[in-house]
């Protein structure tokens, strides 16, 4: 039997990152992306071991991890492994809009496979949300961004959700049950992906 590939939990960014914020809101609230970020892997982590679902949390630290060893330490965990691995980086979006988008790096196959399940666990899970399905336009943050696609070896998948720019979608992020209802999403494709 096939062993079950190991799923690679990146929170994007760390606590010194300037700029990954949201606004200052009018009483106060302010999100940062580090801090969602880590807070979804650590409940998605937190399912998983329920279920006896294997993972790697890939920067265990707060301090920004440079995007270099972030791709260093997946690419050793892929070849310890035996190639049986894949990646999923969490972010919080920003650059105005609204809505869950999900990004893969090119010419991956697995990486679709993946992004599709994710996809489709979104749809569901965020009904009320718009599904930001065809992504054109990339812009040069978001290039930075798809370092961790470009240059880990293992199936990678970055999934942004909602915008932390945008009051309605960071108070949802900001919120319990937006936060649970994403890492519920995750947990699902998860589950899935692993059991291909
Ligand atoms: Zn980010």
Known sequence: MKTRPLVILDAGHGIETPGKRSPLWSDGKQLFEYEFNRDVVRRIAIQLGKMGIAYIVLVPEESDISLGERCRRANKIWQDTNKNAYLISVHANAGGGTGWECFTSVGQTKSDVISSVLCQEAEKAFPEWRMR??????????????????????????????????????????????????ALAHVAAIKQITTL
Request: aromatic fraction near 12%.
């Open 133 to 182: 399905f065809d992504n054109t336009d990339s812009d040069q943050d978001k290039e930075s961004q798809f370092y961790i696609l470009r240059k880990t070896h293992c199936p990678a998948v970055l999934t942004e959700n909602f915008f932390m720019d945008t009051e309605s979608d960071c108070r949802y992020i900001m919120s319990e049950e937006g936060r649970n209802a994403i």
